[in-house]
T-cell receptor
């Protein structure tokens, strides 16, 4: 089974802190994604990566950056955390092969609170 | 841009009954995939069912089935014989270019014993 893990389930940070959220997948997937989930808004794509060192902006990239130095690891960085970044953050991965049929596999999520 | 709309923020159903969750989408692509994902409370999001747009037959996975109306751009999820373990947030999603997914707002399903 595909396993996607995230470094923390719950995180509390102060305004202005630099925050790192880590995601690791064990299925050799090419694609990795970061979403934020907010009530009534569903999941919104922040950034995604389709290869090592490659990244593309999603729908809401402002205030975030990402890093993918190794195929299995995709990090989300909040350069200076703000209270409006309090949210649930979900990482996902998928195979680039069409046989994978675009299914994304999700991590358990990190609930980030910025005070 | 592709959009996915779930117009029912919350639904409830009696255990063992059938419930249908609605989803509409908008896409200009001719071939695409549609998904329903389930997110149980405090647990990981998992895929429930997948529909390939070029297939006319509605997808079925045990108690879960879809009603795919391509012309109407509608993709509803039917859960038969509802069980307590079906209680969750359900998200409809559509593939966008470059293998990205666009998600709806979600529907919270409650199962009444």
């Amino acid at each position: 089974d595909v396993k996607v893990t995230q470094s923390s389930r719950y995180l509390v940070k102060r305004t202005g802190e630099k925050v790192f959220l880590e995601c690791v997948q064990d299925m050799d997937h090419e694609n990795m994604f970061w979403y934020r989930q907010d009530p009534g808004l569903g999941l919104r794509l922040i950034y995604f990566s389709y290869d090592v060192k490659m990244k593309e902006k999603g729908d809401i990239p402002e205030g975030y950056s990402v890093s993918r130095e190794k195929k299995e690891r995709f990090s989300l960085i909040l350069e200076s955390a703000s209270t409006n970044q309090t949210s649930m953050y979900l990482c996902a991965s998928s195979s680039a092969q069409t046989s994978g049929r675009y299914e994304q596999y999700f991590g358990p999520g990190t609930r980030l609170t910025v005070t | 841009a592709q959009t996915v709309t779930q117009s029912q923020p919350e639904m409830s159903v009696q255990e063992a009954e059938t419930v249908t969750l609605s989803c509409t989408y908008d896409t200009s692509e001719s071939d695409y995939y549609l998904f329903w994902y389930k997110q149980p409370p405090s647990r990981q999001m998992i895929l429930v069912i997948r529909q390939e747009a070029y297939k006319q037959q509605n997808a079925t996975e045990n108690r879960f089935s879809v009603n795919f109306q391509k012309a109407a751009k509608s993709f509803s999820l039917k859960i038969s014989d509802s069980q307590l373990g079906d209680a969750a947030m359900y998200f409809c999603a559509a593939v966008q270019g470059a293998q990205k997914l666009v998600f709806g707002q979600g529907t919270r399903l409650t199962i009444n014993p």
